[in-house]
């Protein structure tokens, strides 16, 4: 049985939708065990500055829906340092917190194991991040909604690109990870994507654009990751306008639309998977590990690997979009 008594959960780092859900089902299944639960506010920060509040279940209520984070989130310098660390232990030394639940990305790993192992707490991550980019799991909290709402957008875009000989570049979050824009690309069947994790090239692109003008095929659609080699939507248009002419080329910056909104049912029921099994892994005494969910299991990966393991696109479903857009 469980010694547990008084666990703390947080949010940290970029805001992810499904991110209240997995806050519902950690706190709901904490209560249904008999353990307090409580909610650090503005992730690393707050735990410094002691901005923590037990929750009850009627806390909770009516917030799997929103969007964003009901503890709100922040980015800590001050938790990178000894001194910083040293405080925030402090904090949850003063409100008797035995172990936490940390939900974020990368970054919220990394202070979540380095914390661990400076004070023996156990630490338990749920991968939110609409990039999709956390090694250990198959799809992150916030990821399927990102893509529905840029799936959405660039949708609409298509109506106005179809109407005129326009050549549109659609900018999709992802600084080093190319999944928002592959997947966005393929169900919007663009004509080009822009990977961070693939070498295009802008006379790959010209290339293209000049066999599909020979075939009549109407090409007008580029999804760009923000973080691709090429710079962005706006440098690779004007690029593109420079050496080939033929289009009139717009570009479309979809941004941090892509953080907002109502979480899908998919968001909402990875978050509840893992805010549930993260519960039930600090009783059974797990620590220093990422919760994810991996051709349908739950799977549990060492921080240190979680961390430090690369996760990129499959090859074959960027093969895949490159034969689709012939």
């Known amino acids: ?61 009516n917030i799997m829906q929103r ?21 925030a232990h402090d904090q949850l030394q003063k409100h008797g917190i035995e172990a936490c639940i940390a939900i974020g990305g990368n970054g919220t790993f990394t202070g979540a194991q380095v914390f661990s192992e400076e004070y023996d707490i156990p630490f338990v991550g749920l991968p939110g991040t609409i990039d999709n980019d956390i090694y250990g799991t198959d799809f ?7 893509v529905n709402t ?48 693939e070498d295009n090239s802008v006379e790959q692109l010209i290339k293209q654009l000049q066999k599909s003008a020979k075939r009549r095929k109407l090409f007008n659609l580029v999804i760009v990751a923000e973080g691709n080699q090429n710079g962005g939507a706006m440098e690779i248009a004007q690029k593109v306008t420079e050496k080939y002419s033929e289009y009139e080329t717009k ?22 998977r893992l805010g549930y099994e993260a519960v039930v892994a600090l009783m059974d005494g797990k620590q220093d590990v990422a919760l994810g ?16 393991k690369s996760k990129q696109p499959k090859e074959s479903m960027i093969r895949m979009a490159e034969i689709l857009a012939l």
Request: proline letters at 2%; hydrophobic letters at 40%.
């Open 1 to 61: 049985m469980s010694t547990l008594k008084k666990i703390a959960v947080f949010t940290s780092g970029g805001d992810a939708p499904g991110m209240n859900a997995a806050l519902r089902a950690v706190v709901r299944t904490a209560s249904f065990h008999n353990l307090d639960v409580y909610g650090i506010y503005r992730g690393y920060q707050g735990m410094i500055e002691g901005e923590i509040k037990k929750l009850s279940r009627g806390d909770v209520a």
């Open 150 to 197: 840029a799936v959405e957008a660039v949708d609409r875009i298509r109506d106005t690109a179809d109407s005129h000989n326009r050549l549109f570049f659609v900018e999709v979050m992802g600084r080093h990870s190319g999944y928002i824009a592959l997947h966005t690309g393929i169900g919007t069947g663009a004509g080009s994507i822009f990977l961070p994790e």
């Open 251 to 272: 570009v479309t910056i979809i941004g941090h639309l892509q953080r907002g909104g109502s979480p899908t049912a998919n968001d909402r029921l990875l978050a509840s």
């Open 67 to 87: 969007g964003g984070t009901m503890l709100k989130t922040a980015r800590s310098m001050e938790f990178m340092t000894k001194e910083g660390r040293k405080k």
């Open 140 to 146: 992150t909290i916030g990821f399927d909604t990102a």
């Open 293 to 308: 969910v991996v051709h349908g299991e739950t799977a549990f990966t060492p921080f240190h690997d979680a961390i430090t």
